[in-house]
């Protein structure tokens, strides 16, 4: 069994779910930039673990955390792994990167993209775009949730890519209790998501809708303006604001609702919006080329062109055979996106790897 190293935030779901999905797979270890969610006790003891209790920016210049290289290169040492698992490439691909160049670690990495790191951090600078190329470059294997992401990260020096996305871990049940008048949004509320230009459309919709209703999860710095604007007359006892929701709850309103607005300025395939497919929730999505990977526009979602603001006659044909369209795509998610499956073809992939090392 080969021994692996996850390298992330050890307080993300999304880490927590690549060590659940990993768990009995490989002899399995973990650092963590900040702590580790309680989740991990059942996967792993402490001295498997490493903290490093940083306090990332997460709009990055996140040079605090290469501070710990001589602590990680330290422990990673003792333990001698086969491989380096680093999520998002231009934080913790980079401490993984300098472990192996300068912190004498004699493992293999393989790095898995997130979204902003490559589709975002690269164009930042000229510094950020060096240092995407080295990680990447350094990588053995590469993972990506979209062949859009995946082309960019071959255009910046990667190797071998896997593309599968960051699916679900079950299938839900299919809903019998959608609200055909519900509206579902959870990314962040931050401006790389857009949250203003889902309450505009959302209230284009809702002049020609009395019956229409949004309710929006999660939290973020856009917050209280986007309270106030829900305050306004077109949105006034329209928007309900539920904040940050655990999975069970947030499972509840991908239920009950039929419709999910999602639209950020840079994405690659989202978890979120694979969730709300796999419950029967027809997406409306921004116009990019992940999200074109997973919709076509007027068929099993829609695509909102840059500028374009939703009225509620293109929603109609899709209301018009909605169960159908729900249907689709959860069968759609149930086949392409399902993540043990995926991570058991990567875990073959460093096997097969890892012994073709071992024969030369």
């Known amino acids: 069994m080969i021994r692996l190293v996850l390298i992330g935030d050890g307080n993300s ?12 797979r490989v002899d399995l270890w973990a650092i963590s930039s900040r702590g ?3 989740g991990f006790n059942t996967l792993m003891p402490l001295d498997r673990r490493l903290a490093l209790c940083t306090q990332p920016d997460f709009a990055g210049g996140n040079v605090g955390l290469l501070r710990h290289l001589p602590e990680v290169s330290r422990w990673l040492r003792e333990i001698e792994p086969d491989w380096l698992a680093p999520h998002y490439l231009s934080s913790h691909g980079t401490l993984a990167w300098l472990a192996t160049r300068v912190g004498r670690v004699k493992a293999r990495i393989a790095g898995s993209a997130w979204g902003s790191d490559i589709l975002v951090a690269p164009q930042r600078s000229a510094a950020m775009r060096f240092v995407t190329r080295r990680v990447l470059t350094a990588c053995t294997l590469a993972t990506s949730d979209s062949v859009y992401m995946a082309e960019r ?39 790389i998501y857009r949250p203003d230009r889902v309450l505009d459309n959302f209230a284009a919709i ?46 509840g309103w991908y239920r009950r609702a039929r419709w999910y607005l999602s639209l950020p300025a840079s994405d690659s395939v989202s978890v979120s919006v694979l969730e709300a497919m796999g419950h029967g929730c027809i997406p409306i999505l921004s116009d990019l080329p992940a999200n074109r990977e997973l919709v076509q526009d007027g068929r099993n979602g829609l695509i909102l062109a840059d500028g374009e603001v939703l009225g509620r006659q293109r929603l109609a044909p ?3 055979r909605a169960d159908e369209v729900a249907a689709a795509l959860r069968a759609w998610v149930g086949v392409h996106a399902m993540f043990p499956a995926s991570v058991a073809a990567y875990v073959k992939r460093l096997e097969a790897l890892s012994n073709a090392g071992a024969a030369r």
């Open 36 to 38: 580790f969610d309680i």
């Open 318 to 320: 899709l209301a018009e």
């Open 206 to 251: 809702a002049a020609a809708w009395p019956d229409a209703q949004l309710v929006v999860a999660n939290d973020g710095a856009l917050r209280p303006s986007l309270e106030a604007r829900a305050q306004a007359p077109d949105l006034a006892g329209r928007v309900r604001f539920v904040g940050r929701l655990d999975a069970a709850t947030q499972a």
């Open 153 to 191: 990260m071959r255009a910046l020096g990667a190797g071998e890519v896997m593309v599968f996305p960051f699916g679900l871990e079950s299938l839900p049940a299919a809903s019998t209790d959608k609200d055909a008048a519900l509206f579902f949004a959870n990314r962040g509320l931050e401006a």
């Open 13 to 24: 779901p999304h880490l927590l779910k690549w060590a659940r999905a990993l768990q009995g």
